[in-house]
């Protein structure tokens, strides 16, 4: 419902660290997965942050 009365009215910011091909499945109802997809990845800006190297916050742990 909130993804519905956003769409083409506001800006909406998700932020996941599911991959949104994975979304269908964790979200589980088909018809839900596609209407909430369709409103939110098209004309979306996508940012994908990788993992790699050390953990900041492993690097930076105690450090005040």
């Known amino acids: 419902e909130v ?3 956003r769409h083409g009215h506001a800006s909406t910011i998700v932020t996941s660290q599911l991959p949104v091909d994975l979304w269908h499945e964790q979200i589980g109802d088909p018809t839900i997965a596609d ?4 409103r939110l990845v098209h004309n979306a800006h ?3 942050l990788s993992m790699k190297g050390e ?3 492993k690097k930076y742990a105690g450090l005040t």
């Open 35 to 38: 209407a909430i997809l369709d």
């Open 55 to 57: 953990s900041m916050r």
């Open 3 to 5: 993804v519905e009365e």
């Open 46 to 48: 996508k940012i994908n």
